[in-house]
């Protein structure tokens, strides 16, 4: 049996009043995600361990079946896979979001939705005017980059900015962990916590005077004005899903993101390229769908992920998101879906995101979200739609962590 796992990246939510006290997900037009639920069955999973943040690069290792505790470096180790660096010994690497302040505040995580060709050009200004034998920034996709620091102590505490719109930046600024350790070879907490600092202050004095600011500037457009890194880490060590899981021989990731493809990496799975992924609503539904299917004629394992309802709910984009959610229903469930139920060896598909990202917070939380596993010879469970509530009666009950991926394996 091949297995695909479709993810909506912060489809879950909470009941909003708008919506006559119901979820995005119970509001949205979803025929396919509520077949496969009457066919196939569901279940909650908690998809972030204990002490950890919800964050995507949390809750994607742990539905792909990794232990957190024993692989979790942060987001900046996976992207610099993803963007093909490859990690030395002494390497710190941390995300590096490009962000809108304004007035003090976070304005937005994203710097006014940031292309990657104007990105990769402020990068590389900020690198010929910041980067040195200790410093490098790499550049990613769209507002999402990697900053490396040689002999950077990843003991800091970071704030991600998403979690922290219309808040005041400054309090925010990066701080030592209390009790750090010293690592030999390394910078001590405090003083990469400063170095950084300093990187953001300096960042912002550049960025406010680049043409591209100017001109967003003179357009009304959000800038793009100051650096925000979060997530460090080190280079992790993870085992292959093939070594976790021998059912899958080989496999693909799909995904615009750099941290999944990070991921990806990290797991052994193929990295697709879709043209035309953008990680936002406007993303190739049609050839992310289309590459899938292909990946599935030739490999047991296909993990899909769309990014575009986390970016909704994030931008508190109510209307946006359900039009996200249906675009995952239709575009992505219902060609895949058609295509794969009748083949000769039969697929398991799941469905589910990976973590809430409500509108009305826009930020991500910790909570249990909806699954379906449905492959042709399931028996199903009494449930007859996808969403929030109605999973809460299904066959698989609330699962934790690792156990999401047994189950799919063992479906």
């Given amino acids: 049996m091949k297995h695909i796992i479709i993810l909506g ?17 119970q509001y949205a037009n979803t025929p396919y ?21 919800p964050g995507s690069e949390v809750a994607n290792t742990a539905i792909m079946g990794y232990d957190l505790n024993q692989v979790y470096e942060g987001r900046g180790p996976l992207e610099a896979a993803s963007i093909g660096y490859e990690m030395r010994p002494d390497d710190m690497a941390i995300r590096c979001n490009i ?43 769209q507002y999402r980059h990697l900053l490396v620091i040689r002999g950077g102590n990843k003991h800091i505490i970071c704030s991600p900015p998403h979690d922290h719109p219309d808040q005041p930046w400054q309090p925010l600024l990066v701080k030592a962990e209390a009790g750090a350790p010293q690592e030999e070879g390394r910078l001590s907490a405090q003083e990469t916590a400063d170095l950084i600092n300093d990187l953001i202050l300096r960042s912002q004095q550049l960025l406010s005077v680049h043409p591209i600011n100017i001109r967003r500037r003179t357009a ?4 793009a004005n100051s650096i925000w890194p979060w997530s460090p880490g080190y280079r992790p060590s993870m085992q292959t899903i093939s070594q976790l899981f021998p059912q899958v021989k080989s496999g693909s990731v799909i995904s615009a993101v750099d941290l999944i ?16 992924a953008t990680g936002l609503s406007d993303t190739n539904y049609e050839g992310k769908a289309a590459a899938a299917i292909q990946a599935l004629r030739n490999e047991d394992f296909v993990f899909l992920h769309v990014e575009a309802s986390d970016e909704a709910g994030h931008d508190g984009d109510l209307d946006l998101k359900i039009r996200t ?17 009748n083949w000769p060896e039969p697929v398991c598909i799941a469905i589910l995101p990976d973590h809430p990202t409500p509108v009305e917070m826009r930020i991500h939380v910790n909570e249990p979200v909806p699954f ?26 609330l699962l934790r962590l690792q156990e999401f991926m047994q189950a799919l394996m063992n479906a």
């Avoid at 229903?329 to 139920?341: A, F, K, L, N, T």
């Avoid at 010879?377 to 299904?394: A, K, W």
């Fill in 9 to 25: 990246d912060g489809m879950a939510d909470h009941a909003i009043d708008r919506l006559g006290g119901k979820t995005p997900l």
């Fill in 33 to 53: 995600m509520d077949l496969l639920a009457q066919k196939g069955r569901t279940g909650r999973l908690i998809t972030v361990p204990e002490g950890f943040p």
């Fill in 99 to 141: 962000i809108c302040l304004n007035d003090g505040k976070i304005k937005n995580h994203h710097g006014g939705h940031l292309s990657t060709a104007d990105a990769n050009i402020l990068i590389h200004y900020l690198d010929a005017h910041l980067g040195d034998d200790r410093v490098r920034f790499i550049t990613g996709i």
């Fill in 220 to 223: 009304g457009h959000d800038e």
């Fill in 261 to 276: 493809k990070g991921i990806g990496h990290y797991a052994g799975l193929r990295i697709i390229e879709v043209e035309g």
């Fill in 325 to 341: 959610i249906e675009y995952l229903d239709h575009r992505i469930i219902r060609p895949i879906y058609e295509e794969v139920s």
């Fill in 372 to 397: 379906i596993i449905w492959h042709p010879q399931i028996v199903p469970d009494t449930v007859t739609r996808y969403d929030e509530v109605s999973t809460v009666t299904g066959d698989y009950g």
